[in-house]
């Protein structure tokens, strides 16, 4: 009961796989903080390899370059000049919880949009004194 967990970084060093697939200069080293805070509340170390934040930034990286090229595809085939929304939800619809996280994201743009009119509507009011809400 009282033996130490290991986690990945710990043990699995990286070098390897960093050789096969090196992120680009410009791109490098970009999301470094998010990345660590994502893999300690995973439960992984509070300070991780940076050799292996450097790989899990590449694999998130190509990711998203994999889905928005897809998704531009797809918007162009349909002889839509810019990439939409629903390019990107057509290809995450085989995963539900990427696809339900982007759904209430943009439920809750929504909500603030009508919220922002809302304060507005009542600050630029003439002859009314602002009030907080």
Avoid at 11 to 34: T, W, Y
């Amino acid at each position: 009961m009282g033996e130490k967990l290991l986690s990945v970084t710990s043990i699995v060093p990286a070098p390897v796989a960093l050789q096969v697939i090196q992120p680009r200069v410009e791109s490098r080293n970009l999301f470094m903080k998010e990345l660590s805070q994502l893999s300690y509340s995973f439960g992984d170390e509070k300070d991780p390899r940076s050799d292996t934040l450097q790989l899990l930034e590449c694999y998130m990286t190509e990711y998203v370059k994999d889905l928005l090229f897809k998704a531009q595809s797809r918007s162009n085939r349909r002889g839509q000049p810019k990439l939409e929304i629903s390019d990107i939800m057509h290809y995450l619809k085989d995963h539900p919880k990427q696809y339900h996280r982007i759904k209430m994201l943009q439920k809750q743009r929504t909500d603030a949009k009508v919220l922002d009119d809302y304060k507005s509507y009542y600050d630029d009011e003439p002859g009314r004194k602002k009030r907080k809400i």
